[in-house]
């Protein structure tokens, strides 16, 4: 990564989701998402949650 991503990333996390821990719960839940994604193992909501967070790290990380 270069200086403007870091930069890039770092603002994308603390206007998305305040702090790096909060992003971290997203990626560890997706983990999760992972082995266990099936009908009713998670709330729609969560799964969209995930998906924004790591949209948007694809996005930064162009």
Request: charged letters at 10%; hydrophobic letters at 60%.
């Given at each position: 990564m270069n200086e403007i991503q870091i930069t890039q990333l770092?603002?994308?996390i603390t206007d998305t989701y305040g702090t790096p821990e909060v992003l971290?719960?997203?990626f560890d839940?997706?983990?999760e998402m992972l082995?266990?994604?099936e009908k009713d193992a998670f709330e729609q909501?969560?799964?969209q949650d995930v998906?924004?967070?790591l949209k948007?790290?694809?996005r930064?990380?162009?």
């Open positions: 770092q603002a994308w971290a719960h997203y839940l997706a983990v082995f266990y994604l909501i969560e799964v998906v924004t967070a948007g790290i694809k930064v990380l162009g």
